[in-house]
């Protein structure tokens, strides 16, 4: 298998196109997944209308909340347990973070550590193509964090866990405030995602917005 298909962004605020995308060779550790699902954002939407910043020049694969099969692994890799990644397990997986600063290490928060990588925005015309979920592949690096889901959770619920939910459970688990002010509305608006934000207030014992 040489390439796969993907839908990707050549020109901002046009329908995408459907292109074939090379399969890159596998570095020691990396992965290849086959996408099961994959959710959008309202980065994603901001991104299709123009770039977010320097680095972000076309063609991309959109797509960064991704859940899918192991295809191939280079090497032996462990998921956050230390259990053994297979072929076949159904996984999510982190950014590429560096584990050592503040962020990572001691508010263990990954997603805003300053030396961290995303998906979604890279170019799909230079190695290794595959960052971005809405295709048929996609490329995990070595440094991934990977989480095997539970065969009660669906694809579709995995790929919404991985930032689409993140957000707002971790504002309501993170706050000091008592809980009827654990998901305020500015919190709710500032997540952009007002049905999970609340949900997450509710389990945590917060039912005010």
Known sequence: MKDC????????????EIQRVPIPALDPGSLLVKIAASTLCGTD???WHGPLG????????TGHEPCGYVEDIAGERTDILGNPVKR???IV???????????????????ICPGRASWGHNRSDQPPYLLGSCAEYMYVPP????????EGVSSASAAASTTASAKPAATAASTALPPSWKMSAPAVAESGLPVIAIQCS????GFSV
């Open 5 to 16: 298909r993907a839908a990707v962004v050549t020109a901002h605020n046009k329908p995408l």
């Open 45 to 47: 939407v901001h991104r």
């Open 54 to 61: 320097d680095g972000d020049t076309l063609p991309i694969i």
């Open 88 to 90: 076949g397990d159904r």
């Open 93 to 111: 997986w982190s950014y590429v973070a560096c584990g050592s600063c503040y962020y990572c290490a001691v508010a263990l928060q990954p997603c």
């Open 143 to 150: 440094p991934c964090l990977i989480i095997k889901v539970p």
């Open 202 to 205: 509710a389990w945590s014992g």
